[in-house]
């Protein structure tokens, strides 16, 4: 069965500290991961798609890489505005499954 | 451009009672459909999906159903709600039916009392 795991649940940063999210996947034929932003009481948002290990994707102060076991969202010297629940999610040959998301605060 | 919009964005129910959830896409022809429930602290849990109009796949078994009586439309309906119904429903479309790129709504707050 697909399963998606993301670490941790909760990360609090101050201003301008970098950090990173992880995104662990066991999905048979793997046909792309995804990350999505979601503000509270707001629908997600399309962030990236990633394929094949070694993909890197970059927006802003985001930057989201792929192996072949998991994936991770780079953040790089967060602000405020950062603060949301980042969701990944996979897609393997049956279906797309989400995980239970991150929730980031960023304190100014 | 293509934008989604879903209605009601907020609404309480007492148990028994009908819900109708509408969604429409605009900017696009033949769109993938979907209807997703987030409960609180909890993935987004599919619950239908639609390639065209009229046909449906249902994902969970359960008291809701939904329909696509237009390329641009799904709607989520129940006849008697639960209280177990309660939580925020997604409605998100897709170009490809195998991507995980998805467009949500703005969602839907149900609470069943």
């Known amino acids: 069965e697909d399963q998606v795991t993301q670490s941790p649940e909760a990360l609090r940063l101050q201003e301008g500290e970098s950090s990173s999210l992880n995104c662990s996947y066991t999905?048979?034929?793997?046909?792309?991961l995804f990350w999505y932003r979601q503000d509270p009481g707001k629908g997600p948002e399309f962030l990236f798609t990633l394929y094949s290990a070694g993909e890197e994707k970059e927006k802003e102060r985001l930057k989201a890489t792929l192996t072949k076991k998991e994936s991770f969202l780079h953040i790089t010297a967060p602000k405020p505005e950062d603060s949301a629940t980042y969701l990944c999610a996979v897609r393997g040959a049956q279906k797309l499954v989400f995980g239970q998301g991150t929730r980031l605060t960023i304190n100014p | 451009s293509q934008t989604i919009h879903q209605w009601p964005a907020t609404l309480v129910q007492p148990v028994g009672s009908p819900l109708s959830l509408e969604c429409t896409v605009e900017?696009?022809?033949?769109?993938?459909l979907y209807w997703y429930r987030q409960a609180a602290g909890r993935g987004l849990q599919l619950l239908f999906y639609?390639?065209?109009?009229?046909?449906i796949s249902s994902e969970v078994p359960q008291n809701l159903s939904a329909s696509r009586p237009q390329d641009r439309q799904f709607i989520l309906s129940s006849k008697k709600l639960l209280l177990s119904d309660s939580g925020f429903y997604l409605c998100a479309w897709s170009r490809d039916f195998y991507t995980g790129e998805l467009f949500f709504g703005e969602g839907s707050r149900l609470t069943v009392l």
């Open positions: 900017g696009t022809s033949n769109p993938n």
């Open positions: 999905v048979s034929g793997l046909r792309g």
């Open positions: 639609s390639v065209g109009i009229g046909q």
